[in-house]
């Protein structure tokens, strides 16, 4: 039995998130695994390197799963490219580590944030940028952002009441851009909280309409209540761009 190493791209808006769900068969994990599972008939588990929520949209995703066939990568690849839906692609499949393990062993994540600040609806890309209603200023958002950088504890960002983990974690940047009629914030760390970055997103974007100052962030991450922070941005502009390893972790 081989641990297969996957990198795949999909659109989540149809999605209840990665991971499974109770009476529903809508999941990103759940169509891998019905697949795979006909194509080797076995079931198998399909590991991701993390869970994005309903609606998030993922460009390389990275998973493991072990199992047993004689098709070669790319026959697997194409089988799973057949046979999944269109608004899911397996970029990649190759053979990894037996002990390579696409979540306990990702050191680091990038997410982009994308809002859209034109005059016009965005028709075409609706399903995935978020339209506020207001243009957000960005320098103020790019120094509130300076504030979130590095190791904190994100409790006052974190989406989840009960969580009992640590919520300390640690984001290595955060680059805020504009391009024609369109804002990315993308996020590089170590690890993100359930709607950390949405949350984290529409705190921005309350100090880039002047409802927050920057400086107020420093009182934010003290706080430690998440009621103290900003609106939780739609799903639909956050997609997942990469998942960091070590190189040797792959072998």
Known sequence: MKNYKMIISYDGSRYYGWEHQPNTELT?????EAVLA??????????GAGRTDAGVHAKAMVANVHMET?????????????YLPEDICIREVKVAGE????????????????CYVGDKKPVFNRKYVYVPDHIPDITR????AGYLVGEHDFKSFCGNPKMKKSTVREIYSIDITQSGSYMNMTYHGSGFLQYMIRIL?????????GKRTPESMVELLEAKERAKAGFTAPAKGLCLLKVDYYKSIND
Do not use: W
Not at 28 to 32: A, D, P, R, V
Not at 38 to 47: L, Q, Y
């Open 38 to 47: 006909e194509m080797i008939g076995n079931p198998v588990e399909v590991i």
């Open 70 to 82: 004689s098709m070669s990568e790319k026959e697997i690849c194409d089988y799973m490219n057949r």
């Open 201 to 209: 997103s529409g705190t921005l974007l309350e100090v880039g309409f």
């Open 141 to 144: 958002m790019r120094k509130a």
């Open 28 to 32: 990103i994990q759940g169509k891998l």
């Open 99 to 114: 002990r390579f393990h696409s979540r306990y062993n990702a050191m680091g994540k990038t997410y982009c944030y994308t």
